[in-house]
């Protein structure tokens, strides 16, 4: 039994259902986290999120069985392609996780936005896997805006707009982690394996994809710095007071956490391909946590003095 609910939950792909805390970006950023009625909504639409993306991962495993169950790599590491879990028992995972969605966005959070954004997750995952994950480039592009989609979802369950500045600097995030990932793979199987991996891989280059991860570093970076600015109007240090200029300092603590994380990956490729790994990492975790504190510093300080 505890065999078969690892396989169940590996079918699941639960270790990724990090990404969908980025619907909690909104209420963060938008200096609304002591508002508790929020977080109901923000609850059920996390849980609702990690159902969409379970559900893209059994739709992609079901249309890719036969392909993967002679992929020596694939036939190891997917339960479905293993024979762990028969195709019947994961089609009715599937119409389980569909259920729940659709009793979640009808009676638990009725929020059209919202609905909106958990269907263009789906779509965009289905049409990334049949069509533009063939496609160099573009399939970094696509990939890169289910990040994006996660956090309007939060924002649409609180009614928030995102900053354009912060916006970007996820989708920039989100561009930064797939191109070292699709380096990480060339590095760690070579490019004859990483091709049988994914076909995808014959249009990149090491060397190019150092390119890119060096630019999308730099305007990262760049991005970020410019939103802090902007948002706390930096640039005329008379109208600013201690509290929220003290959110300057995250900008080298920012810088320092991209830069070990391209260390890292650089000198461990595997962390490339399983980001998650990265945030067990002491550097990242200490430099995280700071940035966390003085963020929290910055936006709240005065909301918690009043």
Not at 91 to 103: G, K
Not at 139 to 145: F, G, K, N, R
Request: proline share 2%; net charge positive; hydrophobic share 55%.
């Amino acid at each position: 039994m505890p065999s078969k609910i690892r396989s169940i939950l590996h079918l699941l792909r639960i270790r990724q259902y990090y990404k969908n805390g980025l619907i909690f970006v909104g209420i963060f950023f938008s200096e609304r986290l002591f508002d508790f009625s929020l977080y109901f909504s923000l609850v059920i639409g996390f849980i609702l999120l990690c159902c969409s993306s379970s559900f893209n991962y059994i739709v992609n495993d079901l249309r890719d069985l036969e392909s993967d169950k002679i992929h020596i790599e694939k036939i190891r590491k997917k339960p479905l392609a293993s024979g762990e879990i028969s195709r019947t028992f994961a089609v009715i995972l599937l119409v389980l996780l569909a259920m729940i969605m659709v009793l979640g966005v009808v009676f638990v959070i009725p929020n059209l936005m919202f609905a909106l954004m958990l269907i263009t997750i789906i779509i965009t995952g289905q049409i990334y896997n049949l069509i533009f994950k063939f496609y160099a480039f573009i399939d970094i592009l696509v990939l890169s805006t289910g990040y994006l989609w996660r956090t309007l979802a939060g924002c649409a369950l609180i009614n928030e707009n995102l900053s354009a500045w912060l916006f970007l600097a996820i989708f920039e995030v989100a561009m930064f982690l797939s191109i070292a990932k699709r380096r990480g793979d060339l590095v760690f199987l070579g490019k004859d394996k990483a091709v049988e991996h994914k076909k995808v891989y014959d249009q990149y280059s090491l060397n190019l994809l150092n390119q890119f991860h060096t630019i999308i570093a730099t305007s990262l970076f760049m991005t970020y710095s410019l939103y802090l600015i902007l948002k706390f109007n930096l640039l005329e240090p008379e109208t600013v007071n201690f509290n929220e200029y003290v959110a300057i300092f995250t900008i080298p603590i920012s810088l320092y956490i991209i830069m070990r994380y391209m260390y890292l990956t650089s000198s461990k490729p595997e962390i490339a391909r399983k980001a998650e790994i990265a945030f067990f990492d002491k550097g990242i975790i200490i430099a995280g946590i700071c940035l966390a504190i003085t963020l929290f510093w910055s936006f709240y300080f005065d909301i918690l003095i009043m």
